[in-house]
DNA sequence: CAACCGACTTGATTTACGTCAAGTTGAATT
DNA sequence: AATTCAACTTGACGTAAATCAAGTCGGTTG
């Protein structure tokens, strides 16, 4: 029973679970496994046989992927609510990412099997689905986007701003490391260093201890150019 | 009757509608509209009210966006069963970007209205959907993974391999100016010049006249490293 | 066929940023 | 409180590629 309680918290919480009605939410908790995964460890590793849905309850969870040249590449960063997986949802492969938790985390599964069948059943979860789906597309658009046209500073900078947003605050720890915030931008963690000095520098942030920023003009930092 | 008959043909050359009964494809391609849009002229522009998926029947687009600071940037090349709009068919909300025909092109169109109540009627076809988007989430990734870790070569090297592949041809014209090539990969026209020029040294590739070109050495461009 | 013009090429210069190397810091452990 | 170590910072240097500027080419038009 717990169980269940637990999972309609998971279900509830993600957006494409929304506007269900009780019995169909219900149908689904069940259908849903709960799983803890502590930080550091990983949710998933590349080479892993995908047959879930991943859906975010509680953490931050970053996902890799290594190129053919051994690099390593931060494609996404998971927060509450999101879901990852989707793109095996539909036929049977590999995964080609690893995802290691960077915060204690609570997660959802919901195995591809199961998932088919939802969709089949209730044509609201399908649209929400695809709904959440062409709103990554738009996303990852917008920012291939961005890299291409983009200095490093201006991506740090929108970088901080985002972040502050979602956390509600302009005070606040960096979730991630320079290191990780680097392969998330594109950039060298040396870089990082030298940019967030500079808008120290100008007044734009305040730096505080080994990762703590404070940003003093919002409008300013989105108005950075290099 | 003519009209029909086209219908059915664009929706037979699209993923999202494969797989279905005689009587379903016939359904949707009463619902679907044909639209001829010449070379030059616009398939859609920004700011327009957005309340269609657009598919492609034959031909090639150019689908862009101007960034805040006034730049533009390819954001996509549409080909031939490809299509666009997805992110817009669940909410109303004008076009971001604006798309050009590059060629005679021909495009089928379906309304978000009718879209919905198919997938209400049709699993088949939000499963379709949900698979070709999340192929489309996954090249995105892959594309925003590259164009953080890979040089201009590397990226002009492999844009030469999948149009080769793409064309079924290693002797092809170019089917983007140099301008709109730069725009693609992110870089700018002189930079493609020169690189071409570097392939043509090395003897990877043969240039003639304007824009054509013969890939001599399809392996030796994957592994180019600048 | 001449002349026109956008698209492209080529060269010269500048610059953001990556990389390497040598410190420095601060959180965790004992 | 002393020790330790990964994470970070800072500096010096090299380089890919952007930008600026001046041609050149080739298709189009009258």
Redesign the interface.
Known sequence: MLEHHDAIACVKLVPIFQQLDHETVSAVADLVQERHVKKGEFVFMAGDHADSLIIMAHGQVKVT?S?A?G?E?L??LLQTGDFDG??????DTER?TSAEALTDTQICLITREDF?KL??QS?TV??N???A??????E??????????TSVGERLANYLVETSSELDTDDFDLPLQKKDLALYL?TSPETISRKLKQFSTSGLISQRGRNHIKLNDIDGLMMVEN
């Open positions: 992927q190129s040249s690099r590449q494609i996404r989707e793109s095996v949802l539909f036929e080609q088919q969709i089949k044509p399908a649209i689905m695809l709904n789906l062409g709103k990554r597309v738009s990852l658009e917008a920012q291939a986007a961005a890299t291409l046209t594109g």
